[in-house]
């Protein structure tokens, strides 16, 4: 018999476990295990930081690491670890939300800000201009997206920098803080749009329905 699959949620840049920590909970009710653990995002560029994840998921659960089943739930840039991570090993069902696969022009406006590159650390550079494989990733059995459509929201202060600014203007479908047309990666994908802004997206009811949707099935849809 198959051990049951170990769902991991990866937080995105300059969060923690904390961001993750209600979804966690919400899929540990249902029944899934989980493992959340705060990546060192402002430190390192995204290759380290996947390599990083593998290391304490080693760690943890020593050569067995290796062969459990493994999905993913991941926020923002933890989607783009989670895709390198799945280089270093193979991952079923990954869901990731508002992933900036194709780099995130917000990061592309403040990049050449001290500030900015002091905070948001090597990974926040890489975001603004990423490279040819930024979004590469290995052994994936289902993959699944979503991204989020309320541009401007109290609860993300950088929603309203962004459209002050004009740099995600009403016009352009986003969450705030990354265009949805930057969600979307070359390989093969479920997509889905939901009403959420993006510092929340992970505690929307709808979200996390989606999510628990395509880690039974591998898809959003009916089935």
């Known amino acids: 018999m198959e051990p049951k699959p170990l769902v991991i949620l990866l937080h995105g840049l300059a969060r923690s476990e904390l961001s993750m920590r209600g979804l966690a ?18 430190k390192m560029p995204v290759a380290a930081a996947a390599a990083a994840v593998h290391a ?24 783009v670890v989670a895709l390198r991570l799945s280089q270093l090993l193979p991952l079923r069902r990954v869901v990731l939300l508002a992933p900036p696969l194709q780099g995130s022009r917000v990061a592309r406006a403040f990049v050449h800000l001290k500030i900015f590159q002091w905070f948001y650390g090597p990974a926040g550079s890489e975001v603004a201009v990423p490279a040819a ?13 979503i991204a989020g459509t309320v541009g401007l929201h109290w609860g993300n202060p950088i929603s309203w920098v962004t459209r002050a600014l004009g740099v995600l203007p009403a016009d352009l479908a986003s969450d705030g803080t990354v265009a949805a047309a930057e969600t979307r990666p070359a ?11 993006h510092t929340w997206i992970m505690d929307d009811s709808q979200v996390r329905d989606l999510v628990v949707k395509f880690l039974r099935t591998a898809q959003f849809g009916p089935g």
Request: with cysteine.
């Open 133 to 145: 494989d930024w979004h590469s990733h290995g052994r994936i059995e289902a993959l699944g997206v």
């Open 56 to 79: 304490q998921l080693l760690a943890e659960f020593g050569p067995r690491a290796l062969t459990l089943p493994i999905c993913a739930v991941t926020h923002s840039l933890g989607g």
């Open 25 to 42: 909970k919400h899929l540990q009710s249902l029944g899934f295990a989980t493992w959340n653990w705060t990546w060192p995002s402002r």
């Open 187 to 197: 390989a093969d994908h479920h997509y889905v749009e939901v009403p959420a802004t």
